[in-house]
């Protein structure tokens, strides 16, 4: 079945260091979304990326969309506390699916 | 806008029981998704509602099963609970096209004893 892994699965910088996760998956996706959960909470969508080769910024944040539309990652330049959480990419296979597939996740702790 | 509720928040059972969990989407969304979030296995599809139907389903045993309502809440059912289902279930709702992104639910911690 599709696997969707994510690299690393925890990260620890200090504040104002930048970090990056990739997302790979094992199969073509039609789009993949990205997903932010804070200790303790809920995940809580971030950005949708549908185009290959897309790349979208949310102010400090970065996201690509890979070539082959099978990887993607998100960069935060210049760490703050609040980035805190696990980052999920998710998506589906490009048959159109409404089923969604997470990614394993990474952990990041920001040091101040 | 109300976000997405879940009820209960927090659950305790015992082997061999069961239980069902509810989750009300935002106002004007057909579409419920349930997943599984345990440390060890992360957070796992189980199921999909869009209007009434399951429209998708994800590799879980019979014991889970889900239904929707025609006011578009939703309820999933797990049967003789294992201690393997200690996990947090979220839901997310959202409008039911390709490519919407979802709303999660706070959740509902269930452990099983």
């Known amino acids: 079945g599709q696997q969707v892994m994510q690299i690393p699965q925890y990260q620890h910088v200090q504040e104002g260091e930048d970090f990056t996760t990739y997302c790979n998956s094992s199969?073509?996706?039609?789009?993949i979304q990205w997903y932010k959960q804070r200790p303790g909470g809920h995940p809580v969508f971030l950005i949708q990326?549908?185009?290959?080769?897309e790349v979208k910024k949310q102010k400090r944040l970065t996201f690509q969309f890979g070539e082959a539309k099978k990887n993607s990652s998100l960069h935060i330049t210049a760490t703050q506390t609040t980035d805190v959480g696990t980052y999920f990419c998710?998506?589906?296979?490009?048959?159109?699916?409404?089923?969604?597939?997470f990614g394993t996740g990474t952990r990041l702790k920001v040091l101040a | 806008k109300a976000g997405v509720t879940q009820t209960p928040r927090y659950l305790i059972k015992t082997r061999g029981q069961q239980v069902t969990l509810s989750c009300s989407p935002i106002?004007?969304?057909?579409?419920v998704s349930w997943y599984q979030q345990t440390p060890g296995q992360g957070l796992q599809f189980l199921f999909e509602?869009?209007?009434?139907?399951?429209?998708n389903k994800g590799n879980f045993p019979g014991r889970f099963s889900g239904r929707q309502f025609s006011n578009s809440r939703s309820e999933m059912n797990v049967s003789t609970l294992e201690l393997g289902d200690s996990a947090l279930y979220l839901c997310?709702?959202?409008?039911?096209?390709?490519?919407?992104?979802?709303?999660f639910g706070p959740g509902t911690r269930l452990t099983v004893l």
């Open positions: 997310a709702s959202s409008p039911g096209q390709l490519y919407n992104e979802q709303f």
């Open positions: 199969t073509t996706l039609s789009n």
């Open positions: 990326l549908v185009k290959s080769g």
């Open positions: 998710a998506g589906p296979p490009t048959s159109g699916t409404y089923k969604y597939i």
């Open positions: 106002s004007g969304h057909r579409s």
């Open positions: 509602y869009f209007s009434e139907t399951q429209r």
